[in-house]
């Protein structure tokens, strides 16, 4: 099973977490977490505590994560699912 976690954010579209969690990755969605609508503060702080690397579209994490002073937890714009599949299955 793969090692890495990841929290998926709202601006990612839910087939994300499902063929993540198809592959074996353990995942969770801010929309099944209570964190719909959260700021990018309290996902930081979700991903950090869980040790999860956020996924998502979403440019301001690198900012926020500059003024925090800290590269934790990491944050991928990951790609869109059709893209993601394809990069999977090779």
């Known amino acids: 099973m793969p090692e890495a976690s990841y929290i998926v954010d709202e601006n990612r579209p839910r087939s994300s977490l499902r063929i993540l969690k198809e592959r074996g990755f353990d995942t969770v ?10 700021t990018d503060d309290a996902i930081i702080a979700y991903a950090k505590d869980e040790g999860r690397v956020v996924l998502t579209r979403d440019t ?31």
Request: glycine residues 8%.
């Open 60 to 90: 301001d994490f690198g900012s926020v994560l500059r003024i925090l002073a800290t590269q934790e937890p990491s944050t991928y714009d990951c790609p869109m699912p059709s893209q993601l599949q394809k990069s999977m299955s090779t």
């Open 29 to 38: 969605d801010v929309r099944e977490i209570g964190l719909r609508g959260a």
